[in-house]
C-alpha cells in the first residue's frame, strides 16, 4: 500500500493551497480517505475526511477555508486550502481509514505558511 502525497511547499498568509495524495494497492472505494496534520510537539489531528459516498467533515479551524474531494476512478484525494494562516503550518498526512483496520497513512508533506 502506498499514499504519496504531493503539493505542499511554502506559502504566504492569505494564498492558497491543493494538496494531493494517490493511493496504490488498495481497493480505493472501501477507504474512507483524510487528511490530518501535525506540529512538531503535538499530536496529529483531524484536517478533513471524504467517504466513498462523498460525505465530508472538517476540523473547525479550518471550515469555510477548505474542500476534500476524492476521485475514486484516479484514486486520488485532494485538499484545496484556501486563506492559509501561519497556524495551517505543519506536515500534512494522507490517510486512508476503514472500520475495523488500521489506517494507512502516507509519510507527509511539509506545508509552510510564512511571510
Known amino acids: 500500500v502506498q499514499l504519496v502525497e504531493s503539493g505542499g511547499g511554502l506559502v504566504q498568509p492569505g494564498e492558497s493551497l491543493r494538496l494531493s495524495c494517490e493511493a496504490s494497492?488498495?481497493?480505493?472505494?472501501?477507504?474512507?480517505m483524510g487528511w490530518y496534520r501535525q506540529v512538531p510537539g503535538n499530536e496529529r489531528e483531524l484536517v478533513a475526511t471524504?467517504?466513498?459516498?462523498?460525505?465530508?467533515n472538517y476540523a473547525d479551524s479550518v471550515k469555510g477555508r477548505a474542500t476534500i474531494s476524492r476521485d475514486n476512478t484516479k484514486k486520488t484525494v485532494s485538499l484545496q486550502m484556501n486563506n492559509l494562516r501561519p497556524d495551517d503550518t505543519a506536515v500534512y498526512y494522507c490517510c486512508a481509514d476503514r472500520t475495523y483496520r488500521e489506517p494507512y497513512w502516507g509519510e507527509g508533506i511539509q506545508v509552510t505558511v510564512s511571510s
Open positions: 471524504v467517504t466513498n459516498e462523498g460525505d465530508t
Open positions: 494497492g488498495i481497493i480505493f472505494s472501501f477507504f474512507i
